[in-house]
């Protein structure tokens, strides 16, 4: 693609977003909801922190459900990039390591019936 | 063992593709990549010994050619705020929403070891073994900057507070292995 077609993308992608920091935000709560496990009630709020080992309280960071999100969505990014056809130069290349890879072959397989 | 070998290759190289996009941020140097790492592989089977981990020698393999590759053109990887739309996915057949901008471009601000584990154990799905031969370095210190790079990915995604530094992390990386840290720290920023 040329330069100047992706920079006024970009420029246009980055005027979107700025534009939608609120659809953001709000992605990010919807986030953060499905991942909060809320107490319908606040009885069941205290009894749930009543409940709740030490070991969690303190492991802030430890985050089941955004670790299992973030893994979806980074194995979703890359399988996007494996999936598409390898570039036709890699290709070329490939096929000539192939070739040398028969002829190789060929010669291990004519010196070993000699 | 040449056909064997081949074969492996081939089959490696749509998930080496991906690993190079997400390394490098840039098709054009992803592309090169691939090829130095498909001949560097080709010229060194010899050195592999059927039986052991393929998946773990060829992601060594394109490591160190980036790492290289780095200090061999001083290039600085794309910069966030450059990376195109396409470089998520260029048939769009994946959910090029808003969060998902967001992930890359907090992937941008984590410490170059702890992105380089993200993305081989949660994007490219490789098990803490392959990781760690792959690296050069422990499964401890595999887990120990996969909690880290979680903890920061949450708090920078989600705009939680991030975790304090509360202990050492275990690091019995060899000199020779902790080159990307040096050489991506500088032109990552």
Same mark, same amino acid.
């Given at each position: 693609?040329?330069?100047?077609?992706?920079?006024?993308?970009?420029?246009?992608?980055?005027?979107?977003?700025?534009?939608?920091?609120?659809?953001?935000?709000?992605?990010?709560?919807?986030?953060?909801?499905?991942?909060?496990?809320?107490?319908?009630?606040?009885?069941?709020?205290?009894?749930?922190?009543?409940?709740?080992?030490?070991?969690?309280?303190? +492991?802030?960071?430890?985050? =089941?459900?955004?670790?299992?999100? /973030? !893994? %979806?969505?980074?194995?979703?990014?890359?399988? @996007?990039?494996? +999936?598409?056809?390898?570039? =036709?130069?890699?290709?070329?290349? /490939? !096929? %000539?390591?192939?070739?040398?890879?028969?002829? @190789?072959?060929?010669?291990?397989?004519?010196?070993?019936?000699? | 063992?040449?056909?064997?070998?081949?074969?492996?290759?081939?089959?490696?190289?749509?998930?080496?593709?991906?690993?190079?996009?997400?390394?490098?941020?840039?098709?054009?140097?992803?592309?090169?990549?691939?090829?130095?790492?498909?001949?560097?592989?080709?010229?060194?089977?010899?050195?592999?010994?059927?039986?052991?981990?393929?998946?773990?020698?060829?992601?060594?393999?394109?490591?160190?050619?980036?790492?290289?590759?780095?200090?061999?053109?001083?290039?600085?990887?794309?910069?966030?705020?450059?990376?195109?739309?396409?470089?998520?996915?260029?048939?769009?057949?994946?959910?090029?929403?808003?969060?998902?901008?967001?992930?890359?471009?907090?992937?941008?601000?984590?410490?170059?070891?702890?992105?380089?584990?993200?993305?081989?154990?949660?994007?490219?799905?490789?098990?803490?073994?392959?990781?760690?031969?792959?690296?050069?370095?422990?499964?401890?210190?595999?887990?120990?900057?996969?909690?880290?790079?979680?903890?920061?990915?949450?708090?920078?995604?989600?705009?939680?507070?991030?975790?304090?530094?509360?202990?050492?992390?275990?690091?019995?990386?060899?000199?020779?292995?902790?080159?990307?840290?040096?050489?991506?720290?500088?032109?990552?920023?």
């Amino acid at each position: 693609m040329h330069i100047g077609v992706v920079n006024a993308a970009l420029a246009a992608t980055d005027d979107e977003l700025s534009g939608v920091d609120a659809h953001k935000s709000a992605s990010v709560d919807r986030l953060h909801s499905n991942m909060t496990d809320k107490p319908s009630s606040p009885k069941a709020e205290t009894r749930a922190s009543a409940s709740k080992p030490a070991r969690l309280e303190t +492991a802030k960071n430890n985050n =089941p459900a955004f670790d299992t999100w /973030l !893994e %979806k969505k980074l194995h979703n990014m890359f399988d @996007a990039v494996a +999936a598409e056809p390898l570039p =036709p130069d890699l290709v070329k290349l /490939l !096929e %000539k390591l192939d070739q040398k890879t028969g002829v @190789a072959d060929g010669d291990a397989d004519k010196k070993g019936k000699k | 063992m040449a056909d064997q070998f081949q074969e492996m290759l081939l089959t490696h190289m749509p998930r080496l593709q991906a690993y190079a996009v997400m390394l490098t941020r840039d098709r054009a140097a992803a592309e090169d990549l691939l090829q130095e790492t498909a001949l560097k592989a080709w010229r060194a089977q010899a050195q592999f010994a059927l039986g052991t981990n393929f998946t773990a020698w060829i992601y060594k393999i394109l490591r160190n050619e980036y790492i290289s590759s780095l200090r061999r053109n001083k290039r600085k990887p794309a910069r966030l705020d450059e990376v195109p739309e396409e470089f998520l996915s260029r048939n769009g057949a994946q959910e090029n929403d808003i969060l998902s901008r967001e992930v890359v471009h907090a992937m941008g601000k984590l410490q170059p070891e702890q992105r380089e584990v993200l993305i081989l154990i949660c994007a490219s799905g490789l098990s803490y073994e392959e990781a760690a031969e792959s690296l050069g370095c422990s499964i401890g210190t595999i887990k120990s900057r996969l909690w880290r790079a979680r903890a920061r990915m949450s708090a920078l995604v989600l705009g939680e507070e991030a975790p304090k530094e509360s202990h050492k992390e275990i690091d019995d990386t060899p000199r020779s292995s902790k080159s990307i840290e040096t050489a991506d720290h500088v032109s990552w920023t």
